[in-house]
């Protein structure tokens, strides 16, 4: 968005081209990251600079953009990054001397996750893992993509980003660069690495026409994975298995991170696997599960 001289040198203008500096250089997050802090702050830019000539907001003007926020019908997830955004970003002006007091002290958290996290039954992920055409090196891709999406509960930049040196075919063990670049080791099953060792060996030599690449996962043209590509992909092969709504490569995560937790495992170990930084985090899986034991009852037991 275009701004003239004076917004590009005004207090709150300056303190988010700082903090983004900041986060990019010191913190190494990735442009994903910095792209959404970018979004958030320029949010809160736009609003408060015409009331306060540029200077930054106090708590009375923050609580006004929070509830600004709210007549906009974001979900309670969107409000609570943006509050996020909100403390990190007074965060580091207070740490850096430029403000004397956090105006995000007394700000408030939405409740997190007022739906349920959508994921699909077994046998909905078992139609969409067997529905790409496998006769196809595009299928092989699809089909492996899925495959190790369901088996590690990764997300969709994780998979993208993939370099094929990320996959330890011997020891069973994938290399994932998460949020904030930390690096984090999840276990792959057989089922998918024999799934992705068809693809290594079939369809990614002929999807790259002889060009070379690093990425573990290529478009029909020989370039790096997108994520348009891959929604594209899983929605295509969501009809495929008849699954027409709420699919996403994030149902897949939520689908993993339930369904083991459905099994036993226990929520240090999922959260691990997941990357979350916050244990409360993981913790909606729990819900998840106790959701879904509920509806079992109700379903079955002769006195429900």
């Given at each position: 968005?275009?701004r003239n ?149 990764i997300r ?147 006195r429900a």
């Amino acid at each position: 968005m275009a701004r003239n001289d004076n917004s590009a040198k005004s207090p709150i203008s300056s303190g988010i081209r700082d903090f983004l500096t900041f986060c990019r250089m010191e913190k190494g997050l990735s442009r994903n990251s910095l792209e959404a802090y970018g979004r958030d702050l320029e949010g809160l830019r736009s609003f408060a600079e015409p009331l306060t000539g540029g200077a930054f907001p106090d708590p009375e003007l923050l609580n006004k953009y929070v509830n600004h926020l709210y007549s906009k019908d974001l979900t309670s997830r969107s409000i609570a990054r943006h509050l996020s955004s909100l403390r990190n970003f007074f965060s580091f002006l207070v740490t850096e001397d430029i403000l004397r007091e956090d105006p995000t002290e007394l700000l408030s958290s939405p409740k997190q996750w007022a739906t349920i996290p959508k994921f699909l039954n077994r046998a909905q992920i078992d139609s969409l893992i067997a529905a790409p055409d496998t006769t196809k090196p595009t299928g092989l891709r699809d089909r492996s993509m899925l495959e190790l999406l369901y088996a590690t509960g990764i997300r969709v930049t994780e998979l993208i980003t993939l370099q094929v040196s990320s996959l330890d075919m011997g020891l069973g063990l994938l290399r994932v660069t998460g949020k904030g670049n930390k690096q984090r080791i999840v276990p792959v099953h057989a089922t998918a690495l024999a799934s992705v060792r068809r693809y290594l060996e079939e369809g990614r030599p002929a999807l790259l026409h002889g060009a070379q690449t690093s990425f573990l996962f290529i478009t029909a043209r020989g370039d790096g994975m997108t994520r348009q590509a891959f929604w594209a992909a899983i929605k295509a092969n969501g009809k495929k298995a008849g699954i027409f709504h709420h699919l996403s490569p994030h149902v897949l995560r939520h689908t993993f991170a339930t369904h083991l937790l459905e099994g036993g495992a226990d929520l240090r170990s999922l959260q691990e696997m997941l990357g979350h930084a916050d244990l409360s985090t993981t913790e909606i899986y729990t819900h998840v599960v106790r959701s879904r034991l509920r509806d079992t009852l109700n379903q079955h037991h002769p006195r429900a």
